[in-house]
């Protein structure tokens, strides 16, 4: 029997030049897209250097909760002291509720923070494509730019809300388990660092394959938007000429086709990724539980300091695995800036003269 997703598996399709042309590819940093992004993001500094501060603390509250899980199970079961046991339990807690608070506060701001810079580039964008002549749209058709400034802003949205902050919450975090790791137990951390090779090279090999992959997603989604923006636009031609029927085929089994296999594609890869992942995580807990675990049954090792020492390496490897996410991010940050301030900088050019008069009101003689 054949199923309804089958036809779009069938049959490799491509999108047309127009919409490959204008794909977003990687780039490293530049300054100068990146002078341009701080003349929107500049207006909402003071909240960013608020919202770092909650980060912070954050990130410092999440550090420390390992600590007191040890002083638990060393000072207080291991030692039979029930007013050792109840302080831990108490700082545990309140270090979970100030993490909590200030990741709310966080999380709050950011949102506003990101949601203003977008409504102020796109308020910008709005403007400036009114003014533009009508010579520029001859040359680009209205999907193409509906394509361009949706794509490019989602994207420039996505990092400006949410990966710009996560980027310095994730060193964060990981710089202070280090440092704990470090603090608690020489030896095993470098047992788990053993494991960072393998990670690193999972990181490098993934993130090549799913930036091209995103890259076709991303793609997909513009010629998503530029073909439905043309048929609404012009459905009264379409209609016109009775292409009803055919506009849905190529729409259905091209578009809708191209889409679904290259959305598999990524999801095939994060699905291979993202285990492979938790399990050099997993090993990396196995080689502490064992040599841990030795060290702890011949008395050179604490019971609390092994359990507080599995923690941290669970807390350990989630930053490595978001900073490569948030390195993507960027690099497609740079790429759609610097297509956004190329349509931002096309000259109008029809443009009133410098000593034009202001029309008196029209009364309707002629």
Do not use: C
């Not at 108490?90 to 509720?97: D, F, G, R, V």
């Amino acid at each position: 029997m054949t199923t309804q997703t089958e036809p779009f598996l069938r049959k490799q399709y491509a999108p047309p030049a127009y919409v490959t042309a204008d794909e977003v590819d990687a780039k490293g940093f530049d300054p100068y897209i990146t002078r341009r992004y701080l003349q929107f993001i500049r207006p909402y500094a003071g909240r960013i250097i608020v919202a770092l501060f909650f980060m912070a603390i954050a990130s410092l509250a999440g550090v420390v909760g390992p600590y007191f899980v040890q002083v638990a199970i060393d000072e207080g079961i291991t030692a039979g002291s029930q007013t050792a046991l109840l302080w831990a339990v108490t700082w545990y807690s309140a270090t979970a509720l100030v993490q909590w608070g200030a990741t709310y506060i966080r999380v709050y701001i950011m949102v506003r923070v990101g949601k203003g810079i977008i409504v102020d580039l796109r308020a910008r964008l709005f403007a400036h494509l009114q003014a533009l002549s009508l010579s520029f749209y001859n040359r680009y058709s209205v999907g193409r730019v509906i394509a361009r400034v949706v794509g490019d802003v989602s994207v420039a949205r996505q990092f400006l809300t949410w990966a710009m902050l996560a980027t310095f919450r994730d060193l964060l975090t990981l710089l202070g388990t280090l440092f704990a790791m470090l603090a608690m137990n020489v030896s095993l951390s470098l047992l788990t660092f053993t494991v960072l090779p393998l990670m690193i090279g999972a990181t490098v090999y993934f993130r090549a394959r799913a930036r091209r992959n995103y890259r076709r997603v991303r793609t997909a989604n513009s010629w998503t938007n530029s073909v439905l923006a043309e048929n609404i636009n012009g459905v009264r031609v379409v209609q016109a000429f009775s292409r009803e029927r055919i506009n849905y085929d190529y729409f259905r089994e091209a578009v809708n086709g191209y889409s679904l296999k290259v959305n598999l594609d990524a999801a095939r890869l994060a699905s291979f990724f993202l285990p492979l992942a938790d399990f050099l995580g997993s090993i990396a807990t196995v080689l502490i539980v064992w040599v841990g675990g030795r060290a702890v049954l011949g008395d050179d090792l604490t019971a609390g300091v092994l359990v507080a020492f599995i923690l941290y390496v669970e807390r350990f490897f989630g930053p490595i695995r978001m900073l490569s996410g948030h390195y993507d991010q960027f690099q497609s940050t740079m790429a759609s800036g610097e297509r956004i301030f190329d349509l931002l900088d096309r000259p109008i050019e029809v443009q009133d003269a410098p000593d034009a008069r202001v029309m008196p009101p029209i009364r309707g003689e002629v």
